[in-house]
T-cell receptor, first 117, second 109 residues
Framework: DVKVTQSSRYLVKRTGEKVFLECVQDMDHENMFWYRQDPGLGLRLIYFSYDVKMKEKGDIPEGYSVSREKKERFSLILESASTNQTSMYLC????????????????FGPGTRLTVT | DQQVKQNSPSLSVQEGRISILNCDYTNSMFDYFLWYKKYPAEGPTFLISISSIKDKNEDGRFTVFLNKSAKHLSLHIVPSQPGDSAVYFCAASANDMRFGAGTRLTVKP
């Protein structure tokens, strides 16, 4: 059974803190993604990675960075958390599609609800 | 700039009837379309997909229709069951994947 796990289900942080969200997949997938989900906006892509040490910006990368040192692990970093980063964060992985990018269905983790106060 | 739009935030249907969820897109480069289902406190799960070379794909109670000229796709669920109550996201893929805002489906017993 395929599995994507995220380090925390709920997280409360203070403004200005550095925040790490961890994601691990056990499917040997090349592609990994970080989204945030907000009411009325759906899922918006923050960053994705199609290989170890590779990363690409999504639609809303500002205020975030990522790290992919191992194939199975993709970390999202909020360098200095702000209240507008309060959201549900979803990690996903997929096997390569056309050109190695998002041509296949993605498998999602359960999400981390982050609150920044 | 939302390239994938789900204009109905919610839909309520009676058990046993048909549910029709709609999705519109603007980017003609999209060539693969997917529907995901999301229960509260869980991540989205893949439901069904369709390639742009087809106009229909069926999997059990779920059928996706694609009208490329209208840049419109729809998901039909028939018959609807209470367990289908969830948020449904439409997604479209070219070099990356774009999601709609979601439609909350409620199936009443």
């Amino acid at each position: 059974d395929v599995k994507v796990t995220q380090s925390s289900r709920y997280l409360v942080k203070r403004t200005g803190e550095k925040v790490f969200l961890e994601c691990v997949q056990d499917m040997d997938h090349e592609n990994m993604f970080w989204y945030r989900q907000d009411p009325g906006l759906g899922l918006r892509l923050i960053y994705f990675s199609y290989d170890v040490k590779m990363k690409e910006k999504g639609d809303i990368p500002e205020g975030y960075s990522v790290s992919r040192e191992k194939k199975e692990r993709f970390s999202l970093i909020l360098e200095s958390a702000s209240t507008n980063q309060t959201s549900m964060y979803l990690c996903a992985s997929s096997p390569p599609g056309r050109g190695g990018l998002a041509g296949q269905e993605q498998y999602f983790g359960p999400g981390t609800r982050l609150t920044v106060t | 700039d939302q390239q994938v739009k789900q204009n109905s935030p919610s839909l309520s249907v009676q058990e046993g009837r048909i549910s029709i969820l709609n999705c519109d897109y603007t980017n003609s480069m999209f060539d693969y379309f997917l529907w995901y289902k999301k229960y509260p406190a869980e991540g989205p799960t893949f439901l069904i997909s369709i390639s742009s070379i087809k106009d229909k794909n069926e999997d059990g109670r779920f059928t996706v229709f694609l009208n490329k000229s209208a840049k419109h796709l729809s998901l039909h669920i028939v018959p609807s069951q209470p367990g289908d109550s969830a948020v449904y996201f439409c997604a479209a893929s070219a070099n990356d994947m774009r999601f709609g805002a979601g439609t909350r489906l409620t199936v009443k017993p």
